[in-house]
């Protein structure tokens, strides 16, 4: 063999074996129409000499290609990277190979004009691959790389949160019955001294989650103004200058919501660290139910969907669907919301009572 050659290529099988390319090409699909010593003999030589399939070249031929891109921007966060596993198994399972691309820029672009830039680019690299379809965990900034999708007839699921301006199949907990199921249990325990731990600013969920949130305790006569509000920006910069306390103290309240279990671990671990009991002191809820799947964890009171499974499952029949009829009409799934005791949430007082 030529020693220059990038890679391995048909007619090298057929020089090394003495078949033509198409027998060859025929003995590589296990064609019943062939001999199977003939079948057998080609493959073991392909194996020997070390053939890959050039998939793009498939591609090009059959129009599929059988890859399924995973946009995604943050795997610390268990939540993501469990769902992700999740989504694997079942592409899998259905004959897909998945594409994993990383958008970790988007969420700390300067502008939103280079948000946008980003995230187009990153698409951008799975439409050239001509991926059969697209699972998007939307970062800001994601209208003109759904846009560009949907221009070149590539099926996509947003997983999450929305897009604004785009009209797309979606399957997302309800975020702001989320937010009032969180208010609402905090309040029917006895708080009246609440924090809130807030998501990064455009994200969708996290403005639906904070809503629903604020919205309940309005009603209940909690104004904005006394509810503290931790921005997301604030709380990440300082976990990563380990100068969280100085966020959180002095402890002036007595519960806290965090718009999802990552940044409510952050908090719990700051808080016990300086000599606070969870609950007895402070009550703490995330969002997410992180502690279900990684049972290593702390356990942590949080909000999530009623099915853990239910998300990834959702995604996955909403894409099948979608590349098996592309002119169906736009489906939403919001799954319901639910409260999961773990034991980190309870009255001020220490014991469980509706404050009425």
């Known amino acids: ?5 990038s890679r391995v290529t048909l ?3 057929a020089q090394k074996c003495g078949y033509s390319v198409n027998t060859v090409s025929r003995a590589l699909r296990s064609d019943t129409g062939l001999p ?4 057998d003999k080609i493959q073991a030589t392909a194996r020997e000499i070390g053939y890959i399939r050039n998939n793009l070249a498939s591609t090009l031929r059959s129009g599929k290609s059988n890859v399924v891109a995973i946009v995604i921007e943050d795997l610390q966060n268990q939540h993501y990277s469990w769902l992700l596993h999740r989504l694997s198994r079942l592409l899998s399972a259905n004959g897909y190979q998945v594409m994993i691309l990383m958008n970790r820029t988007a969420s700390n672009a300067s502008s939103t004009q280079q948000a946008e830039e980003d995230t187009l680019q990153v698409v951008s690299y799975a439409i050239s691959h001509a991926v059969d379809g697209v699972l998007c965990f939307p970062p800001k900034g994601s209208a003109p790389a759904a846009a560009a999708l949907q221009k070149n007839n590539i099926p996509l699921v947003l997983i999450d949160r929305e897009i ?3 009209s797309a199949d979606i399957v997302r907990v309800d975020d702001y019955e989320g937010g ?3 208010a609402n249990i905090l309040y029917d325990l006895g708080h009246r001294k609440i924090a809130y731990v807030e998501g990064p600013k455009n994200n969708g969920s996290q403005i639906l989650r904070e809503r629903g949130f604020l919205e309940v305790l309005a ?3 909690i104004k904005k103004e006394e ?3 931790l921005p997301h920006r604030a709380v990440m910069q300082s976990v990563e200058q380990q100068t969280l306390d100085e966020l959180l103290f002095p402890v002036d309240y007595t519960a806290i919501f965090s718009f999802n279990d990552q940044m409510a671990y952050y908090v719990v671990n700051c808080l016990m660290e300086n000599g606070i009991r969870i609950p007895a002191d402070v009550s703490v809820l995330g969002f997410d139910n992180i502690h279900s799947r990684f049972p290593y964890m702390k356990p942590l009171s949080t909000i999530a969907e009623q099915n853990d499974t ?3 499952e959702e995604a996955v029949r909403l894409l099948l669907e979608r590349i098996a009829e592309p002119d169906l009409p736009p489906r939403s799934v919001i799954l319901p919301a639910a409260y999961y005791d773990a034991g980190t949430v309870t009255s001020p007082s220490g014991e469980d009572k509706n404050a009425g």
């Open 1 to 5: 063999m030529n020693p220059s050659k």
């Open 11 to 13: 007619k090298d099988i």
């Open 36 to 39: 199977k010593e003939t079948v």
């Open 164 to 166: 604004d301006g785009i």
């Open 180 to 182: 009032r199921l969180a």
């Open 219 to 221: 009603e209940k006569g």
């Open 227 to 229: 509810v503290l509000l």
């Open 310 to 312: 239910g998300m990834a």
